[in-house]
């Protein structure tokens, strides 16, 4: 008999939090961290130690259901029902370098449905730093673990009910590119007086999670790429489950092989939001930025509440 995806996702969730131990670990001894290339300003292969944690959960993962092996190992063969492990290493990697608190180790389980569309169906965010985890699978909601002085504490997530811009509290990311980054910060400009308060602290599977728990209202980044699929695909899970809404900027659906400019609120705000977003669209240089290599020459698959 198959496991339910909620009790699989409570399984997969003590996994990501053994990983995180020895992630916290490397980080309190600094001598353990392996430098990433800042001369060239390029974050995006992150960290040596990623290798060795997606490894550690993998080896994990196949005790409890290997399914068809891991998300960035799939060949181009796929049938209706196929699931895919999607394990990212650290994200944040400039928070977790630079002894921050706000990184996360990240899981998510993808299925293809009939028409070849591979969706993100359970997904496990933790932070081990801030002793939280994140957990979600389809129809069966979104849960918050921490850690209380009284033990662990259980809580079911839902989005706040803000609907202006005005007094919101906004999340934002923003790439390690400049000309990448002046889209966020456009639109940082243009809204700026009429949120209460705009965050940006990172790293995008956590900050799509605080929209999830209600800590913001809503979180927008642009230049989402290939390598954070799955802290995206993770967080995306939880946002659906406790009932917020993900699309780009223009409103459609997030596609998992093209890089995307991601917008996550708790369903009230985006009409409000959007026509920031749309304008900052419209004035930049926007590209498809495809990944290629959709299963069977099918379309870039996008994401939709995997309900």
């Keep these: 008999m198959t496991m339910e995806l909620r009790d699989l996702a409570m399984q997969v969730a003590r996994i990501a939090q053994d990983a995180g131990e020895h992630a916290l670990s490397n980080q309190v001894t600094p001598r353990s961290l392996t430098e990433v290339s800042t001369a060239a300003r390029d974050y995006s292969h992150g960290l040596e130690l990623d290798g060795r944690l997606t490894q550690f959960i993998y080896n994990r993962l196949t005790y409890v259901d290997p399914f068809n092996g891991r998300w960035d190992e799939r060949s181009d063969e796929w049938h209706a029902g196929d699931r895919y492990w999607c394990i990212g290493g650290i994200d944040g990697v400039i928070n977790y370098t630079r002894n921050m608190a706000e990184w996360s180790v990240t899981v998510s389980l993808f299925e293809f449905n009939e028409f070849g569309s591979a969706q993100p169906i359970l ?10 985890t994140y957990i979600a699978a389809r129809r069966s909601g979104a849960i918050r673990m921490r850690a209380t002085p009284l033990g662990e504490k259980r809580e079911k997530i839902m989005p706040s009910t803000t609907r202006s811009l005005d007094g919101s509290v906004i999340g ?29 602290i990172g790293p995008s599977s956590l900050d799509l999670c605080k929209v999830a728990d209600g800590t913001y209202d809503a979180y927008f980044e642009p230049h989402l790429h290939k390598w954070d699929v799955p802290a995206l695909s993770a967080g995306a899970v939880v946002l659906w489950e406790a009932q917020g809404q993900l699309s780009n900027w223009r409103g459609d659906l ?38 290629g290599d959709a299963p069977g020459g099918a379309a870039a698959d996008s994401s939709q509440p995997a309900r």
């Design 123 to 132: 997904g496990v965010v933790h932070a081990p730093a801030l002793q939280l």
């Design 172 to 200: 934002f990311g923003m790439s390690f590119k400049s000309d990448e980054a002046r889209h966020a910060l456009k639109v940082v400009g243009d809204i700026a007086g009429r949120p209460a308060d705009m965050k940006r």
């Design 254 to 291: 997030i596609h998992w092989r093209s890089e995307n400019n991601l917008v996550a609120t708790n369903g009230l705000i985006l009409d409000d939001l959007k026509p920031y977003l749309v304008e900052s669209w419209d004035t930049g240089d926007e590209s498809d930025g495809t990944f």
